[in-house]
C-alpha cells in the first residue's frame, strides 16, 4: 500500500484527524475525574456509582481494544477507525443527556466500545499511511499532543466543575468527533490489507475479550474486597484460563487476529515487557502524588494539575524529536535510558515528606517531576514508534492493540496493587505513629480501621478535641510514608522496563521492518 510523505496534505490531514480523535479519548478520561464530585451531588451518586462510572468504560475498552486493532487490518483502518468515533461520539452525547447516574454508567459503556475502535485505530492509520522514513516523527508528533490535552483535561474539568457544567465534558466530544470524521472522510485514503484474508477469528476475539474483561474486573476489585474474595480470585482465574484458550486458539487457527509469532520478534516482545512494567509504575506513581498534593500537602485540585506543567512542556519540546531521533540512531539507548532517568525522578519523589504546601513545590516536587518527565519524554514516542515498526505494517492494528490493552491492563493491575498494599503500609505506620499515644484501646482500633481511607482517613466521632490533632497528625504522617514506599516500587518497575529494553530490544529489528515496508511500497 502506497504511504504519503508527513508534510504532504494527505499526510498532515490524517495526523490532524488521529490527535482529534485521540484528544476525546483523552480529555474525557483524565476531565471526569475532576467533575466527579459536581456530578455526584447532580445525580446523588454513591461511591458505589463512581465506582462504574469509571471502570464501566476501562472494562470495555480493555476487553475490545485488542479485536477493535485486529478489525481494523482485516476491514480497513480508516473505516473501523471512523466507526469507533462515530460510536464515541454517540456515546458521549448519551452521557451528557443521561438524568440519573445508572444511564450514564450503561452510556459509558457504549464510549468505551467506541474507544476499543478508536484509540488502536489512530496509531494504526499513522503507521500505515505515513512514510516509514517520517513515522517516527510523525508518532512523536502525536505523542507530544495526546500529552498536551491528557494533561489539560484537569484543568479544564475543573473550570467547567466550578462552573455547574460537568455534562459539557462529554458534550466537547461532539464537535470534535464531527470535525475528525469530516477531515477522514474527505481526506483521507482508506488503509488496509487486500491480500489478507477477509474472514474474523471470531472465537479468538470472543476468548480474548472475555480473558481481558475478567482480568480487569478481578483487578478493579481487589482494592475493595481483597484478593482472597471468590469475586476478586474467581474473575483473575478464569480471565488467566481465557488468555490461555486464546493463546491455544491463535497457535492452531489458520488465520488468527493475533499471530503469535509476532511474539517471536524479541524488540517486539522487549517493548511490550518495557510498556507493562513502565506504565505499572507510572499509573501507580501518578495517583499516589496527585494524592499526596491534594489530602497531605494541602494542595487544590487545580495546583494538584498545574504542578505538572513541567512534565507537559517536556513532553511538548522533547517528545516529538524523540521519535525521529531514534528512528536515526535505533530507541535501544532512549528506551534504556529514559525509564532509568524516570526511574531516578520517581526515586526522588519518594522522599518527598511533609512540606509546607505549593510554596515548597520547587524545592520539593519539581526536581523529581522534572526528571520523571524528561525520561518519559525520552521514552513514549520511541516506545510507540518501536512497537509499530518492529512489525509488518500489515498487522500495524494488532501491534497497537496490543500494546494499548498491555498499558491498560498494567495501569488497572498497579493501581489494584498498590492501592491495596497502601492500606497494609499505612495501617502499619499508624501502628507506629500511635504506639507511644495516650489512646484508649477502643479509640485505637477505630482509628486504624480508617486507613482503608488512606489520606482522606477521618479521626471517629468520639475522639476528643485534644486527640484530634494528634490523630490528623499521624493518618497525614502514615500516608506520607505509604506513598514513599509506593514511588520507590513504581521507580523499581521502571527500572526493571529499561532493564527489559537494555536486554531484548535491537535497533536493526526496527530498521529492518522499516526497509521491508518501504521495499513493499515501492
Not at 461511591?47 to 468504560?57: K, V
Not at 483473575?236 to 509469532?261: C, D, Q, R, W
Not at 531516578?344 to 519523589?349: D, E, R, S
Request: charged share 10%; glycine share 10%; hydrophobic share 55%.
Amino acid at each position: 500500500m502506497a504511504t504519503v510523505a508527513l508534510n504532504s496534505k494527505a499526510g498532515k490531514w490524517t495526523m490532524v484527524s488521529c490527535i482529534m480523535a485521540s484528544a476525546m479519548a483523552f480529555i474525557d478520561g483524565t476531565a471526569l475525574n475532576v467533575v466527579l464530585p459536581a456530578l455526584q451531588q447532580s445525580l446523588n451518586a454513591s461511591a458505589a456509582d463512581l465506582f462504574w462510572l469509571l471502570n464501566a468504560y476501562l472494562l470495555v475498552l480493555a476487553a475490545l481494544i485488542l479485536v477493535g486493532g485486529s478489525l481494523g487490518d482485516k476491514l480497513g483502518r480508516k473505516k473501523v477507525f471512523m466507526a469507533g468515533i462515530f460510536v464515541f461520539i454517540c456515546g458521549s452525547a448519551l452521557c451528557g443527556l443521561a438524568n440519573n447516574i445508572t444511564w450514564l454508567i450503561i452510556f459509558r459503556v457504549l464510549q468505551g466500545l467506541g474507544g476499543a475502535f478508536m484509540i488502536p485505530g489512530s496509531l494504526s492509520l499513522i503507521s500505515s499511511t505515513i512514510n516509514p522514513k517520517e513515522r517516527g516523527k510523525a508518532i512523536g508528533t502525536w505523542s507530544a499532543f495526546t500529552t498536551v490535552v491528557t494533561m489539560g483535561g484537569p484543568i479544564l474539568g475543573g473550570a467547567f466543575a466550578d462552573a455547574g457544567l460537568w455534562r459539557y465534558i462529554f458534550f466537547i466530544n461532539i464537535p470534535i468527533g464531527i470535525v475528525a470524521l469530516l477531515i477522514l472522510w474527505n481526506n483521507v485514503a482508506e488503509s488496509r490489507e487486500v491480500d489478507e484474508n477477509p474472514s474474523i477469528d471470531i472465537w479468538g476475539a470472543f476468548t480474548i475479550a472475555l480473558g481481558l474483561a475478567m482480568l480487569t474486573f478481578g483487578f478493579l476489585r481487589m482494592p475493595a474486597l481483597g484478593l482472597q474474595h471468590w469475586q476478586t480470585a474467581g474473575s483473575i482465574t478464569m480471565g488467566i484460563a481465557f488468555l490461555i484458550v486464546f493463546v491455544l486458539i491463535e497457535k492452531t487457527s489458520k488465520y488468527p487476529m493475533m499471530p503469535l509469532n509476532l511474539f517471536k520478534n524479541m524488540t517486539f516482545t522487549g517493548a511490550n515487557l518495557l510498556t507493562l512494567f513502565l506504565y505499572a509504575g507510572l499509573g501507580a506513581a501518578m495517583l499516589f502524588m496527585g494524592l499526596n498534593m491534594v489530602q497531605a500537602q494541602g494542595y487544590s485540585q487545580l495546583q494538584s494539575g498545574l504542578s505538572f506543567l513541567p512534565f507537559t512542556l517536556l513532553m511538548v519540546g522533547v517528545a516529538r524529536f524523540a521519535g525521529a531521533l531514534a528512528y536515526k540512531y535505533g530507541p535501544r539507548l532512549f528506551l534504556t535510558g529514559g525509564p532509568a532517568l524516570a526511574a531516578v525522578g520517581l526515586l526522588i519523589l519518594s522522599f518527598v515528606k511533609q512540606t509546607s504546601g505549593p510554596a515548597a513545590y520547587w524545592t520539593s516536587f519539581f526536581p523529581g517531576i522534572l526528571l520523571f518527565g524528561l525520561g518519559m519524554s525520552f521514552t513514549v514516542s520511541p516506545l510507540t514508534a518501536t512497537v509499530m515498526g518492529s512489525v509488518s505494517e500489515h498487522f500495524s492494528g494488532v501491534a497497537s492493540g496490543v500494546n494499548n490493552a498491555i498499558s491498560r491492563v498494567a495501569s488497572v493491575f498497579a493501581n489494584a496493587i498498590m492501592g491495596a498494599l497502601a492500606v497494609v503500609l499505612f495501617s502499619a505506620a499508624l501502628q507506629t505513629q500511635l504506639k507511644d499515644a495516650k489512646v484508649p484501646a477502643q479509640l485505637k482500633e477505630q482509628i486504624i480501621q480508617q486507613s482503608a481511607n488512606l489520606g482522606n482517613a477521618k479521626p471517629p466521632k468520639s475522639t476528643s478535641k485534644q486527640l484530634t490533632k494528634t490523630v490528623e497528625i499521624a493518618y497525614r504522617q502514615s500516608f506520607i510514608n505509604a506513598y514513599g514506599n509506593v514511588m520507590r516500587i513504581s521507580a523499581a518497575l521502571a527500572l526493571m522496563g529499561a532493564f527489559m529494553a537494555l536486554l531484548l530490544v535491537k535497533n536493526e529489528a526496527v530498521k529492518s521492518s522499516d526497509q521491508s515496508t518501504s521495499a513493499e511500497n515501492s
